[in-house]
Each structure stands twice: as C-alpha cells, then as structure tokens.
C-alpha cells in the first residue's frame, strides 16, 4: 500500500518508463550515449522499484490523509486571510503589517509541520488587534474564524506524532519502497542535467520530458526552491527579504518565520538573488531538479 507521496512519485515514474519507451523517442536520445545509459538504469531501477509495491493504486488512509486535508484547509484559510490584512495594511499605509502578511498558499502548504501551529498563532496575535478596527472589520475576518483555525492548526499539531507512527508500522516494505524512490530520484537528477542536449533538434521531447518528470500534489507543481532567509551574526529569521530568480519574473519575499519559496520553475541551472535592507545582497548559482522542492537557505551579513 501506498501513501500519497510514495504514489505521485510511482505516477510519475511510470510516464517517464512509458516516454523513453516509446518508438518515436528512442531515436531522439539513444544516438546519444550518456542519456541513452541513463535510460537503461532508470529503467532497471523502475523495475526493482515496481516490484516492491504489492497494490499500486491504493494509498493510505486514515491519520496521514486527514492531516493533509487540514494543512490544505488551513494553508487555504491563512492566504485569504493574509490577502485581506495585506490589502487592508496597504490602505492604511502600514508597511509592516503588509510585509508580515506577505504569506501565500504555497508558502504554507511547504511549511514543516511543526511550523504550522507558530505560524497561526503569530499571524493570530498580528490581526488580533485590528478586528476592533471599523476600517478593518468589513473585511470579514473575526475573531471566530481565528479560533476555529487555531483549533484546526492545533489539532493538525497533535497529529503529526500519530502520522509519523503510522509511517514507523509501515515496517521494512516501506522503508525499502522509500529507498527505491530515492535511487530513481538520483535517477532524474541525471536527466535534467542532460535533457538540454535535444532542446535546439526537439524541443517537444524537452517538454515531455519536464511535463512528466513533475509531480502534481495539491495543486502545485513541485519544482523550485524554498528555504529560510537569517542573520549572519544573531541567526533571527529576516521577514521581508526579496528571493529572485535572475532571468525569470519569479520573486518571493520571505514572511514573518523567514521563510521563502519558489516553485514551477524548469529545471537546470540558475542565478538566486537574495537581497534584504539593511544587509549585503547575495548572488549564488543553484541547480533545481525537476519534481522536487530543494533546500536553498541563505545567512545575510548586515552592511
């Protein structure tokens, strides 16, 4: 049985299994030595990977799935509310509250799990005080609705520990079904770093490629960066810190925890610059592979 990352991540195996085997592809890359040997062990590892997966199309139910439908409920309640405060404090000409409510689904739903719980309660204490505001109160949000998302973080919060030890019972199956899928993952990072080579002589096979090399979950594709934005001297977190990408129109800003993220990004090669007030900007070069979220942390010296 499969959970639900275990699945999207067998899903999209199986679309690359079934490009590369295609007649119509085959004399696309295998002219081309080192793609061609890529294919022949993704293909070996798929087979290993299928299997150890006894019922391919049932996922797991129960404590891990009822926790996913709370962090999407909350991740969706939070950016409304954090649109409305946002809009409210660029009315009222208050930069810090607007910064501080710079927070979108996505940045929530890539939250870690134990910081799903701080982040409500700080966004709760920050618009606590204006619900008695009679320029902010046709906004909608009272203090009702806060409790109930703070009861729903809360009870998000106290399944974790019970996800996690349906995961541990999972036993040795699951723990070599993970293995499988970290060994395909390399996989793929080997085909992003080679898949350019046909982007000149076919363009369509470079697009099929990273059309299935992507997982789908919860409405986002999962390719990008995030990560967390600190001082160099005190290690705070910086809120309000400007993440972009160099070439692109993608820009995140990072919110109230120091948290960023950038995702449906193509994969290869990229300039990250992080530049914030008050601290000396960086330039680094970061790969991003295609189907996953990677780790870009960055630590700004003040000037």
Same mark, same amino acid.
């Given at each position: 049985m499969l959970n639900l990352d275990q699945s999207n991540e067998y899903r999209r195996f199986v679309q690359l299994d079934n490009l590369f085997g295609l007649s119509t592809n085959k004399p696309i890359f295998e002219p081309y030595l080192p793609f061609? #040997?890529?294919?022949?062990?993704?293909?070996?590892?798929?087979?290993?990977f299928d299997k150890l997966i006894p019922?391919? *199309?049932? $996922?797991?139910? =129960? $404590? %891990? &799935?009822?926790?996913?439908?709370?962090? &999407?409920g909350l991740a969706k309640a939070f950016a409304l509310i954090c649109s409305k405060t946002k809009e409210f404090a660029l009315k009222s000409d208050n930069t810090s509250l607007e910064a501080e409510m710079n927070v979108t689904e996505s940045d929530i739903i890539h939250m870690k799990e134990a910081d799903i719980l701080p982040f409500v309660s700080n966004t709760i204490d920050t618009i606590t005080p204006f619900l008695t505001n009679v320029a902010y109160i046709p906004y909608g +949000?009272?203090? +009702?609705?806060? !409790?109930? #998302?703070?009861?729903?973080?809360? @009870?998000?919060?106290?399944? /974790? =520990?019970? !996800?996690?030890?349906? +995961?541990?019972?999972?036993?040795?199956?699951?723990?070599? /079904?993970?293995? !499988?899928?970290?060994v395909l993952q390399t996989d793929l990072n080997s085909f992003?770093?080679?898949?350019?080579?046909?982007?000149?002589?076919?363009?369509?096979?470079?697009? &099929?490629?990273?059309? @299935? !090399?992507? /997982?789908?979950? %919860?409405?986002?594709?999962?390719? *990008?960066?995030?990560?967390?934005?600190? &001082?160099?001297?005190?290690?705070?977190?910086?809120?309000?810190?400007?993440?972009?990408? /160099?070439?692109?129109?993608?820009?995140?800003?990072? @919110?109230?925890?120091? @948290?960023?993220?950038?995702i449906s990004v193509q994969a290869k090669d990229y300039q990250i610059?992080?530049?914030?007030?008050?601290?000396?900007?960086?330039t680094v070069i970061h790969h991003i592979f295609s189907g996953s979220i990677g780790v870009l942390n960055f630590v700004m010296k003040a000037l």
């Open positions: 061609k #040997q890529n294919v022949a062990i993704f293909t070996g590892h798929f087979i290993d019922d391919k *199309g049932v $996922l797991t139910t =129960g $404590l %891990t &799935e009822g926790k996913l439908e709370i962090k &999407e +949000i009272t203090a +009702i609705f806060l !409790a109930t #998302q703070f009861t729903n973080a809360t @009870n998000f919060n106290d399944q /974790i =520990g019970a !996800a996690r030890a349906i +995961i541990i019972t999972d036993n040795i199956a699951n723990k070599n /079904i993970n293995k !499988a899928i970290k992003d770093l080679l898949i350019n080579q046909f982007l000149d002589t076919n363009p369509n096979f470079v697009a &099929e490629y990273h059309k @299935n !090399a992507t /997982i789908i979950h %919860t409405g986002i594709h999962h390719s *990008g960066i995030q990560g967390k934005v600190t &001082e160099a001297e005190t290690g705070v977190v910086i809120f309000g810190a400007t993440i972009r990408i /160099i070439g692109l129109t993608k820009v995140a800003v990072t @919110n109230l925890l120091g @948290n960023y993220s950038i610059q992080v530049g914030a007030p008050g601290f000396v900007s960086q």
